[in-house]
């Protein structure tokens, strides 16, 4: 061997390095899954979980557009529908038994998703690849609105309103699952989302992964060391689309029916908001938005109807102060503290975090207020026996100081920062 | 004889009404360094656009090795064995400088779009690349994201990145702009080493640099070529001396 | 005969009134680079304050202060919004204005509640204008024509005439020269934004009388409005006037024809029974810009005025 190979070698992350930042955490994240059942969750958790399951999925998939190949697309649902309803429609073919599928397992259906969202997204990217940027991004609206509309001109297909609903509990049972009780669909998610985790972290150390992210940065010279960009876009489409396609399947699989309401700007905007909120430039980004606006999604919609204003809310702040999103906030943190100054760096934040929470304070008192006020049913925002009628003075103060107290440090904080030498 | 190494005829390109090439002809030799030289505006970063397929020209062809590649998409002539750098550092900034000239070196090695192998799994990827930053200097540097890295290591990232696909024909835009005195000589002596066995075009401002490296010298003055021949020829033309040395002087050093 | 004429005077309607949001939205985009996802929500924050005021006063006044204020939110949101998240690039820009898209339809939900306001058409105005072959035009329509038209007047001699005008021509066709032209480029921006905006918000003004003002009117109009700037080519207003009409005449000619797949393709030997075989031309009608987007992308990517990309 020469030298060289010997160099070579020393380039490369140690094992260590590699086994903490790549083997580890994937081995957390299985011991979690592993240790879960262990808890003896409830059905609501683990209806909780399973969706979870089906967003990290789908978020991942997501933000290999976004994240790593700076694809902004409004219309991923697209892929996450139309793998979902074929996975459907395999399930009532397997119920029917008719010809092959009566001895497809069920338990493969997220493979049949796959295949099924990545030729759909290797025939829409095929003319929506050729441009980049903002335009891929209207091109992308487009495409959904004109898939969702479509959807309710095929009944056979999309079921219409109603959709196509199945049964999951047929055909061939692998690793002694039924596929009937949810403890049985627990384990499937897991499968399948560790699966979909495993190839999606590895599609990203791979030539194509690699040239994604060098067409994201720099288009022009892609095409001088030999790669069409156009292409490399819509590979990466493809692929992703059949990683949404594989959410799809999951999805099927849990509720064991789908609608159009599946292909809509809507869950397209949620994976959106998902994966951005949770951190595009991380690659556990979407894997933490989506955890933390599942969890959200289901349990704040029962104590407020403003959800989706606080959603929006969120997802604005982000984008202005925190671009890197949650991940960034928490790597960030981290970070922090084990620098030089920690302690210096732990008061700022804590202070930070005051500002912020009483800023918050006096937003959900107001949009509380006014939400009730609006309805116009005499219903009053009463939190911990506390009463705030929008008629009484004291609510507004509620509403005011807090707010102007908060902005009042944050941006004390921000002027002390920028005086601050570098 | 064997096809010139590259070969450009009645090359015109024009943008609306403002004709930017006129009618250039020029026949580049295999294994010749070749300089391209001219006052700002001349057309020399058009012509560069133009030779390697990133505009199609308005009439006229180009021609690598005797295949005629005018219309050509550029990833394509790349692939025909045609590198280029730009004036401006074009880099994966997002990207460590190993990530950048191993991105470089992957479809020389066959490594194609495949997405169903690691990017580590190739030996020779790996061995290329090491060979290519070793060649660059910039081996101590190759874990530092690119755009943390000083100028001069940008514009030797530049480099490296232009010849990692092991390209025959090689076209340098400026590669010593802005570079003080001690980073020039070092990126000339990259650059005589980089095309060794080669065949390079240069547009370069620094005279230096270009009497230092190149075989012959072209002059474009207002997209046309008034003058091309070895260096002491176009030292002493008269031609040249009017309408590019003798109204400006010898435009050392600008950015 | 009457239903050639109708179509036709509908669809330049609104056509019209997809230029008076797609025009705005292609000056922000050549401008500054920004795709701006809340255009239609200023569009249907127009029909809101319209609402607002109309009920307060007269029809006539909300008509001229609904658009400023509208205008005056949008430079807001600029200003201390858009101008935070410029440094961040354009992908950025684009998702801040669709988190605002999301927060102003969530806003709007719940000052006015989940329903359709009752918006109404001014009593000046609700009576024919016309009646041919036995159907009547309504006078509003008519109305709504004269204003788009005149809208299309202001903006022409705004950009013909006036000296901001013509920076802004320069900015479309030269769009990385204006920031050496020395001009205050953030005010040029603040204000550019505000007038895009106002120019929804007289849109939404106009439209949201007859059509339907309730919270879902931005998300049925915002898809529409990016197929014309696409279709038409982005950046170009020309192509954006064009884009419009054609859109604004294929979707009322449309509505119009009841013939099936099985009538038009009887050669074929479709059944009218089928699925394929029964779907009209009629029910097609709100899926129109969206084919011809996919259609536009697959045979002229550049769209009808676009530059050729590079």
């Known amino acids: ?81 139309l793998g979902g309803y074929f996975c459907m429609h395999v399930m009532n073919w397997i119920e029917e038994g008719s010809g092959i599928w009566g001895s497809y397992p069920t338990f493969f259906l997220p493979v049949m998703g796959f295949v099924a969202g990545g030729l759909a997204a290797a025939v829409i990217g095929s003319f929506s690849c050729r441009r980049a940027g903002t335009t891929f991004a209207m091109i992308s609206l487009g495409v959904a609105e004109l898939v969702f509309s479509g959807a309710f001109m095929f009944d056979s297909l999309f079921g219409g309103e109603q959709g196509i609903n199945g049964d999951r509990m047929n055909g061939p049972e692998v690793f002694g699952l039924s596929m009937g009780p949810m403890q049985d669909i627990y384990w499937f998610m897991a499968f399948w989302t560790v699966v979909g985790i495993v190839a999606m972290y590895a599609f990203t150390r791979t030539p194509l992964g690699r040239l994604s992210e060098a067409t994201r940065d720099n288009p022009q ?27 799809g399947g999951m999805s099927a699989v849990n509720y064991e029916i789908f609608t159009p309401e599946a292909l809509s700007l809507i869950p397209s905007g949620f994976v959106l908001i998902m994966a951005y909120v949770g951190g595009i430039t991380y690659f556990a980004g979407p894997i933490m938005g989506a955890i933390l606006l599942t969890y959200m999604s289901s349990m704040m919609s029962d104590f407020t109807e403003a959800w989706l204003l606080y959603l929006g809310l969120m997802f604005v702040i982000i984008v202005m102060y925190a671009p890197r999103g949650i991940a960034g906030i928490v790597f960030g943190f981290w970070d922090g503290l084990r620098g030089a100054q920690s302690g210096e760096f732990l008061k700022r934040t804590l202070i930070q975090l005051a500002g912020c929470l009483l800023m918050l304070l006096g937003l959900i008192v107001l949009v509380e207020v006014s939400i009730r006020w609006s309805n116009g049913w005499g219903e009053v925002f009463e939190p911990y026996g506390m009463h705030f009628g929008h008629d009484s003075i004291l609510t507004w103060i509620v509403i005011v100081v807090p707010i102007v107290a908060g902005a009042a440090i944050l941006r004390y904080l921000g002027r002390e920062k920028e005086e601050m030498p570098a | 004889m064997t096809a010139p190494a590259l070969s450009l005829k009645n090359l015109s390109k024009s943008f609306g009404p403002a004709q930017i090439i006129n009618d250039v002809n020029l026949d580049i030799a295999k294994g010749e360094r070749h300089a391209i030289i001219g006052p700002n505006g001349a057309g020399k970063s058009t012509l560069f ?207 | 005969m009457e239903t050639i004429v109708f179509a036709l005077l509908n669809g330049v309607i609104y056509g019209l009134l997809l230029f008076m949001l797609s025009s705005g939205l292609t000056l922000i985009f050549s401008m500054m680079g920004v795709l701006n996802f809340a255009h239609a929500s200023f569009y249907m924050l127009g029909a809101y304050f319209a609402f607002t005021i109309s009920g307060s006063t007269t029809f006539w006044i909300a008509l001229f202060v609904a658009p400023v204020l509208v205008g005056l939110v949008g430079a807001v949101v600029e200003r201390y919004g858009l101008r935070k998240v410029h440094a961040n690039g354009h992908v950025a820009e684009l998702l801040f204005t669709f988190g605002l898209a999301y927060l102003i339809e969530e806003i709007v939900k719940i000052v006015y509640g989940k ?36 809208m299309l007047i202001g903006l022409w001699y705004l950009l013909k005439k006036t000296r901001a005008g013509l920076i802004i021509q320069a900015a479309l066709t030269h769009p990385h020269m204006v920031g050496h032209l020395g001009h205050n480029v953030p005010l040029i921006f603040m204000t550019v934004f505000g007038i895009g905006c106002a120019m929804a918000g007289l849109a939404g003004v106009i439209a949201g009388n007859i059509f339907v003002t309730d919270p879902a009117m931005a998300v049925q109009m915002g898809p529409i409005v990016f197929v014309v700037v696409v279709v038409g080519g982005i950046g170009s207003l020309e192509g954006a006037f064009l884009a419009s009409l054609l859109i604004g005449l294929i979707q009322n000619f449309a509505v119009g024809i009841n013939a099936s797949f099985a009538e038009i393709f009887w050669f074929t030997g479709l059944s009218p029974t089928s699925e394929i075989g029964d779907i009209t031309i009629s029910s097609l009608a709100p899926v129109m810009p969206f084919l011809l987007l996919v259609l536009m992308l697959i045979f002229r990517p550049r769209g009808l005025m676009g530059e050729q990309e590079l």
């Open chain 3, 115 to 150: 329903t359709a306001v009752d918006y109404r058409i001014p009593d000046l105005l609700n009576f024919p204008a016309f009646t041919i072959y036995g159907a009547s035009f309504p006078a509003y329509r008519i109305f709504m024509l004269f204003i788009a038209i005149g």
């Open chain 1, 221 to 247: 010279r892609v095409q001088f060391i030999g790669y069409n960009p156009t292409r490399v876009r819509w590979l990466v489409f493809t692929i992703s689309g059949a990683f949404a396609g594989l959410a």
């Open chain 2, 49 to 255: 656009n133009l030779i390697s397929g990133l505009y199609t020209p308005t009439s006229g062809t180009v021609s690598l090795n005797g295949t005629l590649i005018s219309g050509v998409p550029p990833h394509e002539i790349n692939r025909m064995g045609l590198s280029r750098s730009f004036q401006v550092s074009n880099i994966f900034a997002n990207m460590t400088v190993r990530e950048n000239v191993r991105c470089g070196v992957l479809h020389s090695l066959g490594q194609g779009y495949s997405f169903w192998k690691s990017v580590t799994s190739s030996k020779a990827v790996q061995e290329k690349t090491f060979e290519v930053l070793e060649h660059c200097a910039l081996v101590d540097k190759a874990n530092t994201p690119a755009a943390l890295l000083p100028y001069a290591d940008q514009r030797a990232l530049e480099i490296a990145i232009t010849i990692a696909g092991g390209a025959n024909v090689i076209l340098l835009d400026e590669p010593t702009a802005g570079m003080s005195h001690s980073e020039t000589d070092r990126a000339v002596e990259l650059i005589r080493k980089s095309s060794e066995g080669k065949t390079l075009v240069i547009v370069e401002h620094d005279m230096g640099v270009i009497f230092d490296l190149a075989d012959r010298i072209s002059v474009l003055v207002y997209g046309e070529i008034i003058a091309s021949a070895p260096p002491s020829e176009i030292r002493g033309d008269p031609k040249v001396r009017e309408a590019y040395l003798g109204d400006e002087a010898l435009p050392e050093e600008t950015a």
């Open chain 1, 1 to 81: 061997m020469s030298d060289a190979t010997q160099n070579h070698a020393d380039l490369a992350p140690s094992t260590g390095a590699k086994f903490r930042q790549r083997t580890l955490p994937i081995l957390i994240f299985v011991a979690i899954i592993l240790a879960i059942p262990m808890t003896d969750p409830s059905r609501t958790m683990l209806t909780l979980i399973h969706q979870m399951a089906i967003n990290i999925v789908f978020a991942l998939a997501y933000n290999m557009l976004l994240g790593k190949g700076g694809m902004l697309s409004f219309g991923h649902a697209v892929y996450f529908g």
